[in-house]
């Protein structure tokens, strides 16, 4: 599939540094992101529901996280007019097209936790180094 990005008339390439899409696949492919998405599936959560769904996450980068997905257009967040206000986070269209792949990878993640697990102790110790 070729997609032209129209901000700049030029083929999408996340290979290219200059390319929109490679600033969006560093939004999506973030731990944060795959598993707020992947908690909205089942629908609409408010952010303290989120926060303790998602274990480990802080609340400046769940705040930063959803920020960049409704930036994005992948979230929505509505603000419901009660005392105190009452703020609830959904995916849009766009994100729930995003779920599939997210929810797969997820799934997969899983599925092979123990493949990767044993890979991990037959290696050696050297975790810092780069290749």
Not at 15 to 40: E, F, M, N
Not at 94 to 106: T, V
Request: net charge neutral.
């Amino acid at each position: 599939m070729n997609t032209t990005v129209e901000s700049s008339g030029l083929p999408a390439d996340v290979y290219s540094a200059k390319c929109p899409t490679r600033q969006v696949l560093d939004h999506i492919a973030g731990k944060w992101t795959v598993l707020v998405v992947d908690s909205l599936l089942d629908g609409t959560l408010r952010y303290t529901e989120l926060f303790r769904r998602i274990e480990g996450v802080s609340q400046k980068m769940l705040t930063q996280t959803l920020r960049l997905l409704e930036t994005d257009g992948f979230v929505t967040r509505t603000v419901h007019p009660t005392v105190p206000p009452r703020v609830e986070y959904g995916l849009t269209e766009l994100g729930r097209s995003l779920a599939g792949p997210i929810s797969a990878l997820r799934e997969w993640t899983e599925a092979h936790i123990n493949d990767i697990e044993r890979a991990r102790s037959a290696h050696p110790s050297d975790r810092g180094a780069t290749p």
